[in-house]
């Protein structure tokens, strides 16, 4: 059965970086296309990224550009995603989903941004 | 960016009945080169992940009671539950990716009456 493991929550101060890690215990990362969502609290779902396997590219939500990368480390078969320069809104669960079509999603890393 | 919109926003149940929720996208997810409808949706239920009921448009993902269905082409969208279950409450959610950035719908929350 694949499961999608990801990192324990984070507490995090505005202007700071977060790094999320993703793994799929048994299976290489590469043999999946990774994309990330997040929820803020009590509100919906929204898209931050993923890799486009058409193209053979990384693509960021235009919203995030600049602030997100979303990485894989081969040797570690784990995949990252940061975000940068945090602020109070970035305050959500950070979900890390393979795309297979999004049939696999983990269980979610919640982020809280507070001075 | 594809706008995706959702009614009702809410929608109270009885178990045993019949129920549907609508999603409606900005432009076409048709896409003419590969013929598939890139109309997913999704079921968060309460304190859980969100999980994959139907992918491009009308296919039921693996493990998804056959209760529901996926319909609709071009701009227009149905989810239809054919018998509700308590075990079905929660908020769903509609996602296009017929094109970067794939936008998700606000939601509509299924409850019981």
């Known amino acids: 059965q694949v499961q999608v493991v990801q990192s324990g929550a984070e507490v995090k101060k505005p202007g700071a970086s977060v790094k999320v890690s993703c793994k799929v215990p048994g299976y290489s990362i590469t043999e999946f296309s990774i994309h990330w969502v997040r929820q803020a609290p009590g509100k919906g779902l929204e898209w931050m990224g993923g890799f486009d396997a058409v193209n053979s590219k990384t693509v960021y939500s235009q919203r995030l550009e600049g602030r997100v990368t979303m990485t894989e480390d081969t040797s570690t078969d784990t995949a990252y995603m940061e975000l940068s320069s945090l602020r109070s809104d970035d305050t959500a669960v950070y979900y890390c989903i393979l795309d297979i079509p999004f049939d696999y999603w983990g269980l979610g890393t919640l982020v809280t941004v507070s001075s | 960016d594809i706008v995706m919109t959702q009614t009702p926003l809410s929608l109270p149940v009885t178990p045993g009945e019949p129920a549907s929720i609508s999603c409606r996208s900005s432009?076409?997810?048709?896409?003419?080169?590969?013929?598939?409808?890139?109309l997913d949706w999704f079921l968060q239920k309460p304190g859980q992940s969100p999980q994959l009921l139907i992918y491009?448009?009308?296919f039921r993902a693996s493990g998804v009671p056959d209760r529901f269905s996926g319909s609709g082409s071009g701009t227009d969208f149905t989810l239809k539950i054919s018998r509700v279950e308590a075990e079905d409450v929660g908020v769903y959610y509609c996602?296009?990716?017929?094109?970067?950035?794939?936008?998700f719908g606000p939601g509509t929350t299924v409850d019981l009456k």
């Open positions: 996602m296009q990716r017929r094109e970067f950035p794939f936008t």
């Open positions: 491009m448009g009308s």
């Open positions: 432009q076409s997810l048709l896409d003419s080169d590969d013929g598939y409808t890139h």
